[in-house]
């Protein structure tokens, strides 16, 4: 029984930004009040931890223990925790779901105002579960998952199907949750609707596995990278273009390809070139164009544009409220509405963290899962 106990563990430690992942012993408190301790069995490599190792987003602080996309087994709990015990089957959650506060009790967002009021990288009491030859070590995204132990909140926990064996079901906890959901809660992809799909990495693909569900009739998947244009097809995509192919902008060919434009653009690349080619590829009257990719760019356009009647819209983890319909997701997993393992290209022994994010810069990969 490790209840109460600090454990000791191997984590991958980034010291400083830009630093190669560091496999180290670090010590993991216990957890306290409202907080549970999981054993991660999986975690995916997301884009997002790599713009985290490079500084892209100012609220990473480090040393840090990057990773999000994880599933893992509980191992204890602290004091006044409810619905979940040590034994249960787990995501963390990057979105938390506190369930009381004003959003929470809203069917318009899954955002929690709970999360606003907090320091990022720490736990809500302000300090860290975490320590490495006597530093402090910062938590990411409410919960850190390149590492054999985490403690997570309650309200950043949901609890899944036990019959969940597969390892790709991590990918639930962000990569496919925010692609699916955004086709399904943000744009609400109606049938026999055209879309098209701005970069065809883990994001871009689960927004085509969104729109097949939806009944989309045509799936434009649009990469630089021709590589990807077979998985997309297989997911869904009706046809796909490369912007290289073509003299003119990628805008201009879709309006063109689709008498007026689509119905449904999305960005899942994180560039505002891209950005402003999904606005533009959008029908004028009634197109509505998501945002998915994250970019630390600046996005200008003419007003005009949207006065026409387009709609320009953003979410976050695909809309879904985290506690209650993650493990919805993973019954439509067990249930095979989906097939995750269509997106998991290579599988890694957690210490060889650094080759699945060499797999990452390659292009190669879609998602590679580091297996505890
Ligand atoms: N036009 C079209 N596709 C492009 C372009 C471009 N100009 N530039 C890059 N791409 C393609 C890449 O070839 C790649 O296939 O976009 C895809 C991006 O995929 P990944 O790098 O695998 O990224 P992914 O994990 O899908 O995330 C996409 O969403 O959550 C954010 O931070 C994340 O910004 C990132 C985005
Ligand atoms: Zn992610
Ligand atoms: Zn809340």
């Not at 430690?13 to 009040?33: G, L, Q």
């Not at 931890?49 to 480090?62: N, P, Q, Y």
Request: proline fraction near 4%.
């Amino acid at each position: 029984e490790s209840a109460g106990q600090v454990i000791k563990c191997k984590a991958a430690v980034t010291w400083e930004k830009d630093a190669p992942f560091s496999i180290e012993e670090i010590e993991v408190a216990p957890p306290k009040a409202h907080e549970v301790l999981i054993k991660l069995i999986a975690t995916g490599i997301c884009r997002s931890d790599d713009h985290s190792l490079e500084g892209k987003f100012a609220a990473v602080k480090f040393p840090v223990i990057l990773g999000h996309e994880g599933v893992g087994i509980v191992e204890s709990i602290g004091d006044g925790v409810k619905d979940i015990k040590p034994g249960d089957k787990v995501i963390p959650l990057v979105a938390p779901q506190c369930g009381k506060c004003q959003c929470c009790k809203d069917p318009r967002t899954n955002r929690c105002l709970t999360r606003l009021k907090r320091q990022f990288g720490l736990m809500s009491d302000g300090t860290s579960r975490f320590t490495c030859r006597g530093k402090q070590i910062y938590h990411f995204m409410n919960t850190s998952t390149f590492t054999e132990y985490t403690v997570v909140e309650e309200m950043a926990v949901a609890k899944i199907d036990d019959n969940a064996t597969m390892d790709s079901v991590c990918l639930i906890g962000c990569g496919f949750s925010t692609g699916y959901g955004s086709a399904l809660n943000t744009a609400k992809v109606h049938p026999e609707s055209t879309c098209a799909i701005f970069g065809l990495g883990g994001i871009g693909l689960a927004v085509i596995m969104g729109c097949k569900i939806a009944g989309a009739a045509r799936i434009i998947g649009v990469d630089i990278n021709p590589d990807k244009f077979d998985i997309a097809k297989e997911l869904g995509a009706t046809e796909c273009i490369n912007p290289n192919d073509y003299d003119k902008p990628v805008a201009e060919m879709i309006l063109e390809q689709t008498g007026g434009g689509v119905d449904y653009a999305f960005e899942c690349v994180g560039h505002a070139e891209t950005m402003l080619a999904a606005l533009h590829s959008s029908h004028f009257a009634f197109g509505t164009t998501v945002i998915i990719g994250a970019s630390a760019s600046t996005l200008s356009f003419d007003p005009m544009i949207l006065l026409s009647g387009r709609t320009l819209k953003s979410s976050s983890f695909g809309g879904w409220k985290s506690r209650l319909e993650v493990p919805k997701l993973v019954s439509d997993y067990l249930a095979k509405k989906f097939d995750l393992e269509k997106l998991v290209t290579h599988r890694l022994p957690f210490q060889k963290i650094s080759e699945g994010f060499d797999l990452l810069h390659s292009g190669k990969c879609i998602r590679t899962i580091l297996k505890f």
